[in-house]
């Protein structure tokens, strides 16, 4: 008997923390499938894609504001980032794409579909972005994150999965212990912004922090690598660390998260049933994160403000308020966890092999 052999897919997704762990999580459920990677050079994914995966990069940027004259260079750049793709999906007979949008997924998209191969798109964001809102219709299959999605998806074929994550929060046995000096028992607030960090949030909280030392809480600050004051308060309740791998532990630890509203880490509030107060980065494309968060408030999950009505004191006595309320916390937990799909990256691996198996 001759033995099949294994599907080839290869996986576009770049850029950040969101788009690649949702990706990174779905090829590790697919371990019959040869999978290579589709990225842009010096970004996340030459850190976080696991090496087994072979990296193609390629040069792609996005349009701005308005078609101007930078935009014909980019749009050389387009084509001749499409007619990579398609070398690279040729000469690796790859029989499958799979995207998680951003910029990447343009090009990826059109030069799957010009040589008729298959292609899933995983959306995360309860607004789509606008790449997914045009390629959509042109996809075999668009997986959304979050329910309300698809009504701005209304030519494609939608499918409601959630978003995947890292296999870390799923097995309770990976990297159950915290590797961080806080003891059993204090209030722990945990606070990120996204996986590059937020320095506005950062400021508030440093200020903020002092009134919650004093009520007996700790504070994990993941800060990023671009905030030139990440080092500037010091406390024995006070640990900043630029990065953190280990968020499932830190989650399922934390009584409150403190963060922005991107999709994956919204996901991971909810599979750990961690109650949060939700900042949407302001600037997110389309205001897309307070569409996030909404979803997250509407449930009785978290508690959201804008950034520009944010200030030191609402935020202080916000936090106050709920680590005085332990049973509020409790609730707003358990409604987190309501939402939260732990088999998304199951129900996404299935839908990728109806799509390209079928
Ligand atoms: C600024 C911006 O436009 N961000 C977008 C970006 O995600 P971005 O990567 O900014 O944010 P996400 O919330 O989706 O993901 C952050 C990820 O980084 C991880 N993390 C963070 C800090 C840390 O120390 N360690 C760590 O592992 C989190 O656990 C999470 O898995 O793509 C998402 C998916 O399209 C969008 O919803 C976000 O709005």
Redesign the pocket.
Known sequence: MVEEAPIRLLIAAS?????L?PAIALAQKLPEYEIEWLGVPNRLETQLVPRHYPLHTIAVEGFQQGFGISSFRILGKLIGSILDVRRILKQGNFQGLFT???YIAGPAVIAARSLGIPVVFH???ALP?KVTRFFGPWCDAVAVGFDVAAQYLPRAKNVYVGTP??SQFLDPGINVSLDLPIPDGVPLIVV??????AVAINQLVRQSAPAWFAAGAYVVH?T?DKDPEADSLKHPQYIA?????N?AAL?RRANLAI??????????LAVCGTPAILIP?P???ED??TY?AKVFTKAGAALAFQQSELTTEILQNQVLELLHSPSELAKMGEKAKAIAIPDSADKLAQLLREVVER
Do not use: I
């Open positions: 850029g950040t923390g969101g788009h762990f998680t949008g951003g959306e995360s964001n972005g994550v890292r990120f912004g996204g996986s590059q960090g993941l990023g660390l630029p990065f953190y791998d968020m989650l963060s922005r509203s991107g999709a994956g880490s919204l996901t991971e980065y600037f997110a494309a897309h994160q996030n």
